[in-house]
């Protein structure tokens, strides 16, 4: 699907070395108006939407915030730890604002799987349904995201 | 009827980027602005080639003004006030501007671009900040994620610098990084010492400054740095101090140690230092020379999630609750700061239940 100027420049300040270093697209080659209508996609067959997702991405990390880098376990499940670096990112779609670098990463204790993501990630999800391209170190996938948070519709 | 959409939409899309390229590439190599006027303070003028960012054509001019992102608007850091000329605020600096701001013409360098003569106001000190050329003497590993870099001034150069500031390392282009940036980074080491100075970095994941400083830089090389910037230093009272720091925060702290040995500043004075676990830890034993160099100086390292096999018996909780435990009454006291702004947040929440005033709370927020 032909992408309109503004995913255009978005997708050219998602490349290595634009914003971080490895970029959001990974080694995804499609544009990015087909990646965001394949998660769309992905999450509406689900019966779920990106706010829902990112609500409980936010809340986790609103938790894993109070305890200041060390894990705490929610829901009796769920062991989740913040680390904060220095400093802010900006987002790719260059919606206003920034984004500090806190990498939140959530064990599932029941299953053993794992999945993390930035505050970015979140905001990325809610404002412009991006989950980021396959390959990306910080791609949330959102079949992964709904299984290792156990996420209901 | 949803092709002829679509067909419709993807015309007046095609044309619009045609658009936008044609005038950004005629801005390019049609418009000239020739030689431009920056009345800086009233009491300097700098000729500059019209064109450029006010950031950019400043630092042309050895003028830095702090700046962590390399100019692409994206931290907010560096506001001057811009009296004359500069055009419009535009709409990707607003977010970084308070109504105040806004109405005081303060905006942000990057964006404001040089096309007029145009007139200026910034802080005087900042005419004492210098760019300066410094070769790595040493890369040490304090932890699994964080590394202290010895850095050299080449020439003999000095650099003159209170305890707590920061300088920005200038990132050059490497790997896949197209442009250069900016990163900040507290000094850690004695601002008696201006020959070398010594920075604490911690990895950012995928970070671009960090990538470069853990997978590239050498010991050998050639960094070029600018500085020194910031209001985090201590304050000259006769106040209990309280210092308080989680990872690579350490580094102003340290600095400011070296500081209070080196005059002989005997003012009682505790550093809380907060980690998850023993791996997370460095420099205790450095720590604990200050403690007997610095009469009055205690250093409390608290583990919030020490492992089993880390058989840790010091302070355990998060650096909230130990501080919590320690200090009964801080209305006397005065703290210093650095860390996550959680961590920050956080902690300021409970020295001021303890009675200090937020005056007195001086911190360097990551």
Redesign the interface.
């Known amino acids: 699907m032909k992408q309109d100027p503004i995913l255009e420049r978005a997708e050219k300040l998602m490349k290595p070395g634009e914003i971080s270093s490895s970029g959001f697209l990974g080694n995804d080659n499609r544009k990015l108006v087909d990646i965001l209508l394949d998660d769309g996609q992905t999450v509406a067959s689900l019966n779920l939407s990106h706010e829902i997702l990112a609500d409980r991405m936010e809340e986790l990390t609103e938790k894993a915030r109070e305890y200041l880098g060390s894990p705490v376990l929610v829901d009796g499940y769920l062991e989740v730890t913040i680390q904060d670096s220095r400093g802010n990112i900006a987002c790719p779609f260059q919606h206003m604002g920034m984004y500090p670098k806190e990498n939140v990463h959530v064990l599932n204790v029941k299953t053993g799987e794992s999945i993390q993501w930035t505050s970015l990630n979140i905001h990325m999800i809610r404002e412009h349904g991006f989950y980021e391209g396959k390959g990306s170190p910080f791609r949330v996938d959102p079949l992964d995201l709904v299984r290792v948070l156990g996420i209901m519709a | 009827m949803l092709s002829e959409v ?1 067909r419709t ?2 015309i007046v ?1 095609g044309i ?2 045609f658009l ?1 390229g044609l005038l950004t590439l005629a801005e390019k190599f049609l418009l000239n602005y020739g030689t431009c006027r920056i009345n800086i303070n009233n009491a300097r003028q700098i000729e500059v080639k019209g064109g450029n960012s006010l950031l950019r054509s400043l630092m042309q001019s050895d003028i830095f003004i702090p700046s ?2 390399g100019g ?1 608007g ?3 850091l560096c506001k001057v006030k811009v009296l004359e000329g500069g055009g419009m605020v535009l709409p ?1 600096e ?2 970084y501007l308070t109504e105040e701001e806004l109405k005081g013409n303060i905006r942000l360098s990057c964006q404001v671009k040089v096309r007029e003569d145009i007139a200026i106001e910034i802080p005087e000190e900042l005419f004492n900040i210098r760019e300066y050329t410094a070769t790595v003497e040493k890369i040490i590993d304090l932890t699994h994620d964080i590394k202290t870099l010895y850095l050299k001034f080449n020439d003999g150069d000095e650099l003159s610098f209170k305890a707590g500031q920061y300088v920005q390392i200038k990132v050059p282009r490497y ?5 250069e940036v900016y ?3 507290s000094i850690a080491s004695s601002p008696r010492n201006r020959k070398e100075i010594q920075l604490i970095i ?7 400054c ?3 400083i853990f997978d590239y830089l050498k010991e050998g090389d050639k960094i070029v740095l600018n500085g020194a910037y910031g209001e985090f230093y201590l304050r000259d009272t006769d106040r209990e101090i309280v210092c308080i720091a ?3 925060g350490l580094a102003p702290i340290k600095s400011i140690l070296h500081q209070m040995h080196e005059e002989g500043i005997n003012r009682k004075a505790t550093f809380f230092f ?1 980690c ?1 676990s023993k791996r997370d830890l460095y420099y205790v034993d450095e720590m604990k020379v200050f403690e007997s160099l610095i009469p009055n100086f205690r250093f409390i390292p608290a583990l ?2 020490p492992k089993e096999e880390d058989n840790w018996t010091g302070e355990t909780g ?3 609750e130990v501080v919590d435990r320690y200090i009964t009454d801080g209305s006397n006291m005065e703290a210093y700061l650095c ?5 920050i947040d ?1 902690c300021i929440r409970v020295l001021r239940s303890k009675g200090m005033p937020e005056d007195r709370i001086y911190y360097d927020k ?1």
């Not at chain 2, 860390?339 to 961590?343: A, E, L, N, R, T």
């Open positions: 679509l939409v993807s899309s619009s980027v936008a962590a992102c692409r994206s931290c907010g990707t607003i977010p790997g896949k990084v197209r442009d990163r900040a980074y911690r990895r950012v994941p995928q970070g671009i960090t990538t470069y989680g990872g690579s907060g998850v919030s999630g998060l650096i909230t860390g996550s702004p959680g961590m956080a990551f």
